[in-house]
């Protein structure tokens, strides 16, 4: 083989190649700067040149590898660059306090000095002694939140920076901020509909151009959108109600920190400039806030404004938005001792758009979020005394508060536990009620009652959950809601009282174990009353056990003695079941352990009162096959809210179809379809007369809210059924004395204190003198609590007790009474305001509506809700009726469906 020498290796014409690559590099090098000045340049919009960066720290653009506002981030992206920072810097650590249902993490970056940070523990176990009024010694704590509506995208897109920022920034006055404090940065508070939203508009923008028309699909999200989470929810309603696993976990963690300031960072629509608070003084401060959190809101703003102003941004503040609904992000800081700050920015909902004030870039909204975020670490610090003071006062001045809450339900204790769970997550104080009571007819008893001081370190949120206020008095000084009480939403009997004895503290509440049964080789009855028997009849069906409801009471001896039982009882047969006796009981006493559920053993059919097992009052409930329309100008939020109550709920399938796909479902196939709130209007006429004909077979539609007034006007009114808006105008024939009698769900007084709304004269959705509602077809109210009342005897409220059922109201009733009233189902009281606000001139017209109606159509019926029964995830006390509409729909009514 030939020697190959250096020479040959290096070529003969090395000098010429090196001078070559000596041009090469440095074009490359000057390509490499001109890089480099690009991004430092584009740095300096987002940034004031006097910030110093640590250049081994990456900024989100060199991680991601594309200009920031040049595309949406992905939630996952997102985390990476996070996860990167606490990698490379002793400034920063991450934190997972949870999954969604979607199983993404939720991860918080903690930015503090790395002394701080390392003691994080220390501090953790410190803020805890806030709740004492004592001096406490932390750090600042600021919680920086952003787009909890996922289509809300700025905000996340600020995160990266306002995380670059405090990471990276070697500024003297930003080192001192770390050592004075702890900043806790949530960069997506709604994942799952954040990286449905990334998703949209990073697929229908355009590559080499950008289309800034409004008309363009990029701009105009499909159905469901982007703003809420996997069941679509909207978690800005959920801070208080904590329904789904981010607000848990969110919540968890701001109750572990109680943060000073926490900022909530949302957009609104493309024609507005830039929102921060303060809101609208007048009739948008809670009572139950102490006036030191409003009056830091307006020292913030003065940071806000010169920020805005020295990037050239316009903005408004003074002028709208809630600042008393606790469930809000911005709000529910203000019931715990901190100041929240809402932020709302314009939206160009894409990467770019055309509006009335210019062209609206994604770089320029981002941009805006992230000086307002700054501006709020520098506020704070401003007035980190104050914001301590202010913790102080928040959990001190409502302690000599004598007022106290019980609170009880005699059978259904799973309810019960479930919202005693639900204070105890705020961190509420919950006592035992030693000794039996009775107020205004309930009987609050020992063992299966609590207490719920006014009187406690926290009670602003202990009041608002148990707000009753009603006497608001301009509707046009409210936003979005009047009425925030969750102790309606959950049908539990409560009562007021002064300075009461309390028993034992509750860290969780008691759970009575169902004691065991023998076997039975004749039946089983189960009390329906316990909520959580529905779980247990659910799993009964999908094994196709026959099981059968009382349409009566009656008395029996047991096993365990002579019962007495109600309407709705469950009864199981032995015989003709597809299990044998063994197998049916091993079911049921696996079933009554999981459930927490007590079943009762019978010997024979014989009762003692009322009816035989034997009798035709006990009906066989069929195994429901239910259908859930979406798409189009379906309610998104409701539709989520049926979707929700079968997946996590009731762990029961329904199938979700598209109304588009309307004409190609085997409708036979179903015997339920619920249509949520929303138009149906895009039904064909072919359409329509399928669902007639479905239902002149048997079917059982449930229509909730809005799509009530659909099937009144449109679906009935072709069977002579009157228009909901014709019927309603004529006077109506049904009085609030037809109601049943009243029983009571609050027992002892009100407090009397507060304020509701109007709908003023002719617009809002108030009063007409011409004799009915404004917009009667779907006038927006703030959302309210009204009294109504139920028949316990008919099928839709098997389980209940109390006659007196809650419901939440956003827009006029629409339901019209009846031909028949003795067929009515429910009412609203005479006085229905319970909570919230009502034009007093409406407020006489509700004898003229229902809230519930039952149309028949054949064989079948339409079951009609004029309110939303699954309001939020969170109203217990019309959840049931609406179940119960599953269960027993082919139940109710006339024709060849067994009568009511």
């Known amino acids: 083989m030939a020697k190959v020498s250096k020479k040959s290796l290096r070529g003969e014409n090395f000098p010429q190649k090196r001078t070559i690559f000596f041009r090469q590099a440095l074009i490359l090098l000057f390509f490499l700067l001109s890089i480099n000045t690009l991004k430092a340049e584009k740095l300096d919009f987002y940034f004031d040149k006097s910030i110093v960066f640590d250049s081994k720290i990456p900024s989100p653009e060199q991680f991601l590898g594309y200009e920031i506002g040049s595309r949406i981030t992905e939630h996952h992206r997102i985390n990476a660059y996070l996860e990167k920072l606490a990698e490379l810097s002793d400034r920063a650590e991450i934190i997972e306090i949870g999954r969604t249902h979607e199983q993404r993490r939720i991860r918080i970056l903690a930015v503090s000095s790395p002394e701080n940070l390392s003691k994080l523990e220390t501090f953790k176990a410190e803020r805890q002694k806030v709740r004492g009024g004592g001096t406490v010694n932390t750090p600042l704590i600021v919680f920086l939140g952003y787009s909890v509506h996922g289509n809300e995208a700025s905000g996340a897109e600020a995160s990266l920076l306002s995380a670059y920022y405090l ?81 848990k976990a969110r919540v968890a963690f701001y109750q572990t920190w109680l943060p000073h300031v926490q900022a909530d960072h949302h957009e609104m629509g493309a024609g507005s400039t830039f929102f921060f608070e303060p809101t609208n003084p007048d009739g948008n401060e809670s009572r139950f806030v102490p006036q030191s959190t409003y009056k830091l809101n307006a020292k913030f703003a003065v940071n806000y404004s010169k920020a805005l102003d020295k990037i050239g941004s316009f903005y408004y503040t003074k002028e709208e938005y809630d600042n008393k609904n606790p469930t809000f992000g911005s709000t529910y800081p203000d019931y715990n001792g901190g100041v929240g700050i809402l932020f709302e920015q314009a939206s160009s909902r894409g990467i770019q758009q055309t509006t009335d004030n210019g062209l609206l870039t994604f770089g320029f909204t981002l941009r805006n979020q992230l000086v307002t975020s700054i501006a709020t670490v520098d506020a704070a610090n401003e007035n980190r005394d104050a914001l301590f003071a202010l913790q102080k006062e928040f959990f001190t001045t409502g302690l000599k508060n004598p007022k106290a809450f019980i609170v009880g339900d005699l059978y259904d204790e799973g309810r019960l536990n479930k919202f005693i769970n639900l204070l105890l997550a705020h961190r509420l104080d919950v006592y035992e009620n030693p000794q039996d009571l009775t107020a205004d ?14 009187g406690q370190p926290n009670s602003a949120l202990t009041q608002i959950i148990f707000d009753d ?10 936003s979005y809601g009047a009425g925030f009480s969750v102790a309606y939403s959950t049908g539990l009997s409560y009562t007021v009282v002064n300075s009461p004895a309390k028993g034992a503290k509750v860290e969780t509440p008691r759970v009575k174990h169902p004691a065991s049964f023998p076997r039975s080789d004749y039946a089983y009855l189960i009390d329906f009353r316990e909520s959580k028997s529905q779980h247990l009849l659910f799993r009964l069906l999908e094994k196709d056990i026959i099981v059968k409801s009382a349409f009566s009471p009656f008395s029996i001896a047991t096993a365990s003695g002579e019962k007495d039982f109600t309407y709705g009882t469950l009864l199981v047969p032995v015989a003709n079941q597809p299990l044998t ?80 796909n309307f004409g190609r479902i085997p409708l036979h196939e179903f015997n339920r379809i619920v249509f949520a709130g929303g138009s149906y209007s895009s039904l064909t006429p072919q359409g ?42 004529r006077g109506g024939r049904g009085r609030a004395s037809e109601a049943p009698a009243a029983g009571s769900l609050r027992g002892g007084a009100t407090t009397g204190i507060g304020s509701p709304v109007s709908g003023g004269a002719t617009g809002g959705g108030g009063f007409v003198a011409g004799g009915g509602f404004a917009a009667a077809a779907g006038g927006r109210v703030p959302t309210s609590i009204f009294e109504t009342r139920i028949r316990l005897n008919h099928p839709l409220a098997f389980g209940l007790t109390n006659e007196i059922l809650p419901v939440v109201r956003e827009s006029f009733p629409s339901i019209p009474v009846g031909r028949d009233t003795a067929s009515l189902i429910s009412s609203y009281s005479a006085q229905p305001l319970l909570n919230g606000y009502i034009n007093p001139e409406s407020a006489k017209l509700f004898n003229r509506y229902t809230p519930i109606a039952i149309r028949n159509s054949g064989g079948g019926a339409v079951i009609l809700f004029g309110e939303d029964p699954l309001f939020r995830g969170i109203w217990d006390a019309t959840e049931r009726t609406f179940i119960n509409a599953i269960l027993l729909g082919d139940r109710i009514g006339g024709g060849n469906r067994g009568g009511f």
């Open 167 to 247: 990471v990276a920034a070697q500024n003297d006055f930003v080192r001192k901020q770390l050592a004075d404090g702890i900043y806790f940065i949530d960069p997506v508070r709604n994942p799952d509909g954040q990286e449905r939203f990334a998703s949209w508009v990073n697929y229908n923008a355009s590559v080499n151009t950008i289309n800034s028309s409004p008309l363009d699909r990029e701009h105009n999200e499909g159905w469901p959108r982007g703003r809420g989470n996997h069941y679509w929810f909207d978690l800005n309603r959920d801070w208080v109600n904590i329904v789904h696993p981010e607000s």
């Open 441 to 454: 007819g309930v009987k609050y008893v020992k063992g299966k009652s609590y207490i719920i001081p006014a």
């Open 469 to 478: 206020k009603k006497d608001y008095p301009d509707a046009s000084k409210l």
């Open 581 to 660: 006796s063994e197998q049916l009981y091993a079911l049921l006493k696996e079933l009554s352990e999981k459930e927490n559920v007590s079943v009762e053993t019978a010997q024979t059919g014989l009762s003692l009162n009322g009816k035989n097992l034997g009798s035709s009052s006990f009906r066989r409930i069929s195994k429901p096959k239910v259908l859930l329309l979406t798409g189009g100008e379906v309610s998104s939020n409701e539709a989520g809210e049926v979707w929700h109550l079968f997946d996590q709920k009731l762990s029961y399938p329904l199938v979700k179809a598209e109304i588009s």
């Open 688 to 729: 329509l007369q399928s669902l007639r004909a479905w239902l002149s077979g048997g079917g059982t539609l449930i229509a909730i809210n809005s799509a009530s007034r659909w099937a009144l006007n449109t679906l009935l009114n072709s069977e002579n059924e009157a228009p909901a808006e014709a019927e309603g105008g």
